[in-house]
């Protein structure tokens, strides 16, 4: 699978950014960070095979509004996964964000950093990032869906807050890499869509 040219800039929105403070700015340089590059590969892919506790497989997380759902906290390497997302009207995604291995603060640290220490943290390209419209197919914009390097991951949405489905996947195909041109509420993750994730 075509991996896409990563989308790099240095700058996130967390501790400047809860709600019901509104930070567009801040938004769109996070999602310049992890989701720029959802022009780059729309691939469509859905497996139904069941993985074991320890042999890597094919887990399907739900999306709902605001959190991931059915995510176990641990799969083994090589574990591909799938996004279906129940929410009635959001758009949600998956960007997985793999921590440095001498990383060592929790969840909510992280998620409290400021933009620029989290842009510092991942200034590379994330492990992948799966898009879903509620109720439709999943678009696995960067990676192959699959984990496969041991480690301790996050897992959030950025998706700006209300944006429509169909005029966000428009402008991310716009954008050409760049950051989607378009005006949305807080991302998701501001509303607690986040969690943590260890391939082991
Ligand atoms: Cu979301």
Known sequence: MTVPTPATTSATATAACRPPTRCRAGSRMFRAAVVGAVALA???????????????????????????????????????????????DELHEI??????????????????LSPEEMGALFAGEPAMVILTPPGGDQIVAV????????????????????????AYLEAAAASEGGPPQIEGGPPHFVHGMWAELEVT
């Open 42 to 88: 729309l691939t469509a892919c859905g497996d139904d095979d069941d993985g074991g506790a320890d042999e890597p497989g094919v887990i399907v997380v739900d999306a709902v509004d605001f959190a991931f759902e059915d995510l176990p906290a641990s799969v083994p390497a090589g574990t591909e996964i799938t996004l279906t997302n129940s929410a009635p």
């Open 95 to 112: 960007v997985a964000l793999r921590l440095p291995d001498d990383e060592e603060r929790s969840g909510e640290e992280l998620m409290a």
């Open 143 to 166: 990676g192959d869906g699959t984990l496969s390097e041991p480690g301790r991951y996050l897992l959030l949405c950025a998706i700006p807050t209300g944006v429509d489905p169909d």
